[in-house]
């Protein structure tokens, strides 16, 4: 055993070791007693993580006004419910075999997709933060195609060690998130599909401030620039959790038009409006707890509470 592998099993990371065993022992539940102990567990959860449910009610004030203030507290509710089943199902993706992913998860709208795979054609996938992104891009690389996805590591070295064998076990290829974009270009020349995860808070030197419901928002600008250097289809996708248990469907829409436009500041724009869109189809499962408009323009006040260090 090498000094790495050793330290990991140091007393520290003991309790990460109990957790990924007791994600793999949920992975042998029925998908449905999954949903339900996910849920309820998600119920604990809206009580126990307070500052992650203010979080989650500013966001929606901003993205969804039209919604009162019950209908936010039931929304959010439900929000959490769904972020509980993403938890419990997590070890599905550690685990599961393609046969099994396939009695869960239902690939709709594949003739929007095929014609490209199948030619070798340069496509990037455009994912939102939704709360089945993880099963959903598992379900992608196991029954559709391989691809490859920007890796950020996780602190947690054991938790990282685990989801990257998952992410990578149906030959998903991991490119590191400060690499340079050259590698990333070439093998979605040569027919690798790229998934693209656009909706986190970049921070001011990597991003361009665009309207993201209305809000001038730190968006990353890079999806227009990658299209535009491989030549690039971009096809917005979605991974939906469905009511009872019944599974997850991963939704394609056909791919963006007259895109990329040559303007990086005006394709960062379009893309917010894609998800925009999709979030209002299917609100409960869009990922509310990232805090999304954390970095503001010069001069703007914070919208979410600052946070003292201690």
């Not at 330290?7 to 990371?13: A, M």
């Not at 690798?192 to 809000?215: I, K, N, S």
Request: charged residues 25%; proline residues 8%; hydrophobic residues 45%.
């Amino acid at each position: 055993m090498n000094s790495g592998a050793g330290k990991l099993l140091g007393p520290r990371h003991w309790f990460s070791w109990l957790a990924v065993g007791l994600f793999k022992l949920l992975a042998f539940l029925p998908f449905r007693h999954q949903v339900l102990l996910g849920r309820g567990l998600g119920g604990v959860g809206y009580f126990l993580a307070w500052r992650r449910r203010s979080i989650a009610k500013t966001n929606l004030a901003i993205c969804l006004p039209e919604y009162n203030e019950v209908a936010r507290e039931r929304l959010i509710r439900e929000h959490f419910a769904w972020l509980g089943v993403a938890v419990v199902t997590q070890g599905l993706t550690w685990l599961a075999t393609p046969r099994r992913i396939a009695r869960i998860v239902r690939v709709r709208h594949r003739e929007r997709i095929d014609p490209y795979l199948d030619a070798g054609r340069p496509a990037i996938f455009l994912l939102p933060h939704f709360v089945g992104l993880e099963l959903g891009s598992t379900a992608f690389s196991a029954l559709v195609h391989s691809g490859m996805y920007m890796y950020q590591r996780l602190r947690d070295p054991v938790i990282d060690a685990q989801v990257l064998r998952a992410r990578t076990r149906f030959g998903a290829i991991p490119i590191e998130r400060h690499r340079d974009l050259r590698e990333l270009v070439r093998r979605l020349k040569a027919g690798t599909p790229f998934f693209y995860l656009p909706d986190q808070d970049p921070g001011r030197r990597r991003g361009v401030f665009v309207p993201f419901c209305g809000v001038p928002t730190a968006t990353v600008p890079t999806l227009g620039r990658i299209a535009r250097m491989a030549g690039a289809v971009v096809i917005p996708t979605f991974a939906r959790f469905l009511p009872n248990g019944e599974g997850l469907e991963l939704c394609f829409d056909p791919p963006l038009e007259d895109f990329p436009s040559g303007d990086e500041k005006a394709d960062a724009a379009r893309m917010n409006q894609v998800i925009e869109a999709s979030l209002r189809g299917m609100p409960a499962q869009y990922f509310w707890v990232h805090r999304r408009f954390k970095t503001r323009p010069v001069g703007a006040e914070p919208i979410y509470p600052v946070r003292r260090r201690r």
